[in-house]
Each structure stands twice: as structure tokens, then as C-alpha cells.
Nanobody, 117 residues
Framework: QLQASGGGLVQPGGSLRLSCVAS????????MGWYRQAPEKQRELVAG????????IYGDVERDRFTISIDNARHTVYLQMHSLKPEDTGVYFC????????????WGQGTLVTVSS
């Protein structure tokens, strides 16, 4: 299971840090990440991270505003967001992947980020 938190209302230019805690068979997880879904848009990748070596991948986002990190001891993945813009508004979902064929993906419940003045 995944439990996401940290969303909320923030003014443009503000920052937020999202957290996602994994529980259960965490030893099976190979990768974790964050996706977001803006109103009336498809879900898109923000960032992903490999558990074993913390290698990261970013989606089509401004790389200098988003940073993904992981605390393996706490089974927690973070998404630090800076200089937030109204277009960053959306529901942010964390995911955990077990690299099998096919990939076994678990989704968190989502946390709403609203960037507005």
C-alpha cells in the first residue's frame, strides 16, 4: 500500500514537499515515482526513482523545479517542488513498481496540489 501526503493550496512561487510511504511487501519494490493529473488532462509522469541505486528519471517537467528523492529506511519517496505555477495544479499520485513481466504497479490515493493566489 501507498499513502501519499503533503498536497495543499499554495500561492504561485511557493513550494511543497510531497511524501509517499510504502507499506507491506516493500522489499519487492524496484522503483517508485510520481505522476500528476491536471483537470481534464491525462496522467503524466513527473519523476521516478530506482530504489536500489536512486537513479532518477523525469518527465516533461521543468527539471530545476522538481526533485525526487527516496529514504529507503523509511520506505518513503519525496517530491520537492519549487516555484510552483498554476499549471502545476492537479492530483499527484505516487506509484510503486515491481519489475516483473508485466510490471506490477501499485498506485497511491493521490494528493491534491492547488497553485492559486
Amino acid at each position: 500500500q501507498l499513502q501519499a501526503s503533503g498536497g495543499g493550496l499554495v500561492q504561485p512561487g511557493g513550494s511543497l514537499r510531497l511524501s509517499c510511504v510504502a507499506s507491506g511487501n516493500t522489499f519487492k519494490i524496484n522503483a517508485m515515482g510520481w505522476y500528476r493529473q491536471a483537470p481534464e488532462k491525462q496522467r503524466e509522469l513527473v519523476a521516478g526513482i530506482i530504489v536500489r541505486d536512486s537513479k532518477t528519471i523525469y518527465g516533461d517537467v521543468e527539471r530545476d523545479r522538481f526533485t525526487i528523492s527516496i529514504d529507503n529506511a523509511r520506505h518513503t519517496v519525496y517530491l520537492q517542488m519549487h516555484s510552483l505555477k498554476p499549471e502545476d495544479t492537479g492530483v499527484y499520485f505516487c506509484n510503486a513498481d515491481v519489475l516483473a513481466i508485466p510490471i506490477e504497479r501499485t498506485w497511491g490515493q493521490g494528493t491534491l496540489v492547488t497553485v492559486s493566489s
